[in-house]
């Protein structure tokens, strides 16, 4: 029986196959998609921010993309994964406000989405398909069958990676 797990914001999860992972109402958050190609185990992080470093104490490692995607990995061992076998998938990171000045604060979308490849690419886990960007919302389906995400844009259909 397939076990269908819905993530919320600053949440992950890892699962065996067969499994489903959702997330719901991405925007400038990073949906992180990992899957073993041999096992069939996936694992999806809800991202909100790209960086604990001037965190004094994290009380949610799911929060922040330097620390979800470790905790993610760790989770997906635990289940037989092998880091050789990983590869990821990314979406979300809109900008989903417009204002007239350039600071780092409203380009946050952008960040999660340079954070998460610089961690990915630290750990050795390549980044096989991305849907990034824009300035609409995403919702995500990843199916542990095929390691295929399934995007919902809002306003402009579906994608599937």
């Known amino acids: ?12 999860k890892a699962l065996n196959h067969p499994g489903i992972l959702i997330t719901l109402g991405l925007g400038s958050c990073v949906g992180v998609a990992l899957y073993d190609r041999k096992t069939k185990v996936i694992g999806l992080a809800h ?10 104490k994290i ?3 799911a929060k922040f993309a330097d620390t979800a995607i470790v905790k993610l990995l760790n989770d997906m061992y635990k289940l037989g994964a092998s880091k050789e076998n990983i590869v990821a998938k990314l979406a979300g990171g ?27 690419a630290e750990l050795g886990i390549d980044v096989v398909a991305e849907d990034t960007g824009g ?7 990843f199916y542990s069958d095929d390691g295929s995400l399934k995007i919902k844009r809002l306003g402009y259909g579906i994608k599937i990676i």
């Open 94 to 120: 809109a900008q989903m406000f417009t204002l007239n000045n350039n600071s780092d604060i409203i380009r946050i979308g952008e960040r999660n989405i340079q954070a998460a490849k610089e961690k990915l």
């Open 135 to 141: 300035n609409f919302g995403r919702t995500i389906e």
């Open 47 to 56: 991202i909100m921010l790209p960086s604990s470093a001037n965190v004094k």
């Open 59 to 61: 009380d949610n490692e």
């Open 1 to 12: 029986m397939t076990m269908t797990v819905n993530i919320g914001m600053a949440e992950l």
